[in-house]
């Protein structure tokens, strides 16, 4: 279960209207509907790399 976010209530509500302002990003970058690209991808988009075990160069 996630844990809730502890912060200014003016801070919650910023990054409300943020995540709200971004709402069609997805479908107007992309030009499919959200629910398609998270099909394809994970919905986190997240990589991580050991780069002791793999450098970068």
Same mark, same amino acid.
């Given at each position: 279960m996630p844990q809730p976010v502890i912060a200014e209530t003016g801070k919650?509500?910023? %990054? %409300?209207k943020i995540h709200a302002s971004q709402e @069609? +990003? /997805?479908q107007s970058a992309c030009?499919?509907?959200?629910?398609?690209? +998270?099909? !394809? !991808?994970?919905?986190?988009?997240?990589?991580? !790399? @050991? /780069? !002791?075990? @793999?450098p970068l160069g």
């Amino acid at each position: 279960m996630p844990q809730p976010v502890i912060a200014e209530t003016g801070k919650k509500m910023e %990054g %409300g209207k943020i995540h709200a302002s971004q709402e @069609d +990003y /997805l479908q107007s970058a992309c030009f499919l509907p959200a629910w398609l690209v +998270y099909l !394809r !991808r994970d919905p986190e988009f997240y990589h991580v !790399r @050991d /780069l !002791r075990a @793999d450098p970068l160069g």
